[in-house]
């Protein structure tokens, strides 16, 4: 074997093994985040429902905090900041859901789908090992069209314009999946704190998205 093979050897040994512990960093700080999310959710039950200005304004500040400091410490400490933002202010509907048998099903229905998505979407990528690069575009465009939808459906009260935001936003979320999973796969993100967050953030809108469609089509929204 020529130098050059026992170069290339090497260096694929090292890729596969960044990418391995990428990978495992990713999920597990992800289980843990959304264990701490599910937490705050089951404390803040009871608790009034939060401003929406407010949450939005922790939610956001949260988010951009974290993509700044990913690469250091801190990173870890606001990821945990915002999966606990976002648990705490979302437990008010989970009390309210809960209240009620049909609540409880719709609750666990969500979840059991938002869990079959995300695995499903997941468990695909990681065998196939494709790259996922192609669903760029359709990402950027549909985040345009996403915000925008959501900028007029504050404006505009029709409830079929919010199911098709929550259509939308469940499209855009399994995108992004893939497209995550595939850059942690194939070495084109290094850093695990972004990918959680990034995979965090998707499952949630997942979660959101179908719990939206389930209340309205049940009858409960």
């Avoid at 960044?18 to 608790?47: D, E, R, W």
């Avoid at 915000?147 to 979320?173: D, E, T």
């Avoid at 997942?206 to 469609?213: E, G, I, R, V």
Wanted: hydrophobic residues 55%; aromatic residues 14%; without cysteine.
């Amino acid at each position: 074997m020529s130098q050059i093979d026992v170069f290339s050897a090497s260096q694929t040994r090292e890729s596969a093994l960044a990418v391995n512990k990428v990978l495992k960093n990713t999920y597990l700080l992800l289980g843990m985040t959304l264990g701490f999310s599910a937490l705050m959710a089951a404390v803040s039950t009871n608790a009034a429902p939060m401003n929406i200005w407010m949450y939005i304004i922790g939610v956001y500040g949260l988010l951009f905090a974290t993509q700044a400091l990913a690469r250091s410490a801190w990173g870890l400490l606001t990821v945990f900041a915002f999966a606990g933002f976002i648990g705490y202010g979302t437990g008010p509907l989970i009390g309210m859901l809960t209240a009620t048998a049909a609540g409880s099903q719709i609750l666990t229905t969500a979840l059991g789908g938002t869990a079959f998505i995300f695995f499903g979407l997941s468990g695909y990528a990681l065998v196939s090992r494709k790259d996922f690069s192609f669903l760029t575009g359709f990402i950027t465009a549909g985040f345009f069209v996403l915000l925008a939808a959501m900028i007029l459906g504050i404006f505009v009260q029709v409830p079929a314009l919010q199911l098709a935001i929550s259509v939308g936003f469940m499209l855009f979320s399994s995108a992004v999946i893939l497209y995550q999973t595939g850059e942690i796969i194939n070495g084109g993100e290094r850093n695990y704190i972004l990918a959680t967050i990034t995979l965090f953030v998707s499952i949630y809108n997942l979660f959101m998205s179908l719990l939206n469609l389930l209340m309205a089509f049940s009858g409960d929204d």
